[in-house]
């Protein structure tokens, strides 16, 4: 994987709508910036699988089961030898399962489909390649997935997406990818195109591939606006170090004003590593939910009946639970680093025994059965067990997995669960009351007799 500028594609967002992000990302101690959770190292498993697969002509499925370790600094990725041994304590590593399969197997099935509409070779294939939207700044590039360049008749950059939070195909990253590859040949193609891959995307109807296309006239239109709101950025940055210069009480009102003026929180605030001490986001709940953070905690009571206040609270519940789980992140890291946080204590989570690292299969069974602790070997193995429909449905060619579908899996009715009303599954019909929702009164003649 390669390294982020400053100001590269992946934060556009928040350069567009928030100048002064990289600033107060820049007054977090070092073990606060940076960090890749569960979720991002699983990503970064599965990226690697594509590009090998697209690199070496292989499939996704060739390496079930294969372990990857994640790698310095950058957590770079490296797949490890078959049967390699488990690595030992303090390496990040994952083993490749089916859903790292299923992910990856939907990108390379796109890739290689296009390659084959666009009779163009695999090996044409730009994979992880550096792009910048504004080519004469060192701190705006990037690293693009994967470009398919059918000159002239189409350039197109491909974006893989492990996560479920939607990313709309109309993304400012993906416009700066594509921009940058359209500017290192001068805009020589007849189209201009991305693609979101996400198979894990919370919306089952946006898990296939989405393409949106651009024109020239788009995309320099975009890079105008990019190059105003980055220079936008390089003044909240100037503006802040006169704020960093002042001594105290002068300094804290300087703060606040240039808070108000170039702190913006909104959808862009997602994984901002700044987010438990933006004073513009705690402003923001603030005057939402009518508390002040300052205060103890109080009891919340709620009358079952005051169904309107139920409503206006469940609407705030995903920007306060991923706020509060942004500052139980940023309070780990900090009592990890040394310092204390009133109220909180470190402690080990719940975990189950495993074997010991850095033994084999073989090596266990062996010590096992030479040992004497278990005589019959049979009894150390469970039963193999049927996989699911849809990792089956993985192992089928493409040209038949409809057939598969429809001829084996199901999808079983749901537990009854709530949901914002744009939610983009239908709303379940709870009672008779519902059939009157289409009912006209006054066209139809009721007769009660
Ligand atoms: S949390 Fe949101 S408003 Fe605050 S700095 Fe980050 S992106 Fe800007």
């Not at 390496?91 to 666009?118: H, P, Q, S, W």
């Not at 704020?243 to 108000?260: F, H, I, M, N, S």
């Not at 109220?343 to 010991?356: A, D, H, I, Y």
């Amino acid at each position: 994987m390669s390294s982020h500028t400053k100001r590269s594609p992946s934060k556009a967002k928040r350069t567009i709508n928030c100048s002064g992000n990289l600033a107060l990302v820049g007054t977090l101690p070092p073990h606060q910036v940076n960090i890749a959770g569960e979720a991002a190292r699983i990503g970064t498993c599965v990226h690697g699988i594509i590009e090998k697969c697209l690199k070496e002509g292989k499939e996704p499925s060739d390496f079930l089961d294969r372990i990857v370790e994640l790698v310095g600094e950058e957590e770079g990725f490296t797949m490890l030898k078959p049967n390699a041994k488990t690595p030992g304590p303090g390496r990040i590593f994952y083993v490749v399962n089916a859903e790292m399969i299923e992910g990856a197997t939907v990108a390379t099935d796109y890739v290689r489909g296009r390659c084959k509409e666009l009779g163009i070779p695999e090996s044409a294939l730009q994979l992880e390649t550096r792009t910048n939207p504004l080519p004469d700044r060192d701190d705006t590039s990037g690293t693009a997935d994967v470009t398919i360049d059918a000159w002239p008749e189409v350039l197109e950059v491909a974006d893989f997406k492990n996560g479920w939070i939607l990313v709309e195909t109309k993304s400012d990253q993906l416009v700066a990818y594509l921009l940058g590859k359209a500017l290192e040949d001068d805009f020589s193609h007849e189209r201009y195109m991305v693609t979101v891959i996400q198979p894990n995307a919370s919306d089952p109807e946006l898990r296939a591939p989405r393409s949106i296309e651009y024109t020239r006239e788009e995309l320099l239109a975009w890079q105008a606006m990019y190059r105003t709101s980055v220079e936008r950025c390089g003044e909240a940055d100037a503006a802040f170090a006169e704020v960093e210069k002042l001594e105290e009480p002068d300094q804290e009102q300087a703060y606040d004003d240039w808070a108000a003026k170039y702190l913006k929180p909104g959808d862009h605030c997602t994984f901002c590593e700044a987010e438990p001490i933006c004073p513009a986001k705690r402003l923001l709940h603030q005057a939402q939910a009518k508390i002040d953070f300052s205060d103890e905690p109080r009891e919340l009571v709620f009358d079952s009946r005051r169904r309107r206040e139920i409503s206006h609270l469940l609407k705030w519940a995903p920007m306060f639970a991923s706020w509060f789980k942004a500052a139980a992140a940023y309070a780990q890291r900090e009592m990890e680093a040394g310092f204390d946080i009133e109220g909180q204590k470190l402690v080990k989570s719940k975990t189950n025994r495993t074997f010991k690292p850095g033994m084999s299969e073989a090596e266990i069974v062996s010590g096992i059965v030479k040992g004497k602790f278990v005589a019959d070997k049979s009894k150390l193995y469970d039963k193999p067990s049927l996989k699911s429909g849809p990792q089956i449905e993985k192992l089928v060619t493409a040209k038949r997995r409809k057939e598969f579908d429809s001829k084996f899996l199901h999808k079983p009715e749901g537990a009854l669960t709530i949901a914002p009303t744009d939610d983009p599954r239908p709303a379940v019909k709870r009672s008779a009351a519902d059939d009157f929702d289409d009912f006209d009164f006054e066209d139809d003649e009721m007769d009660f007799g």
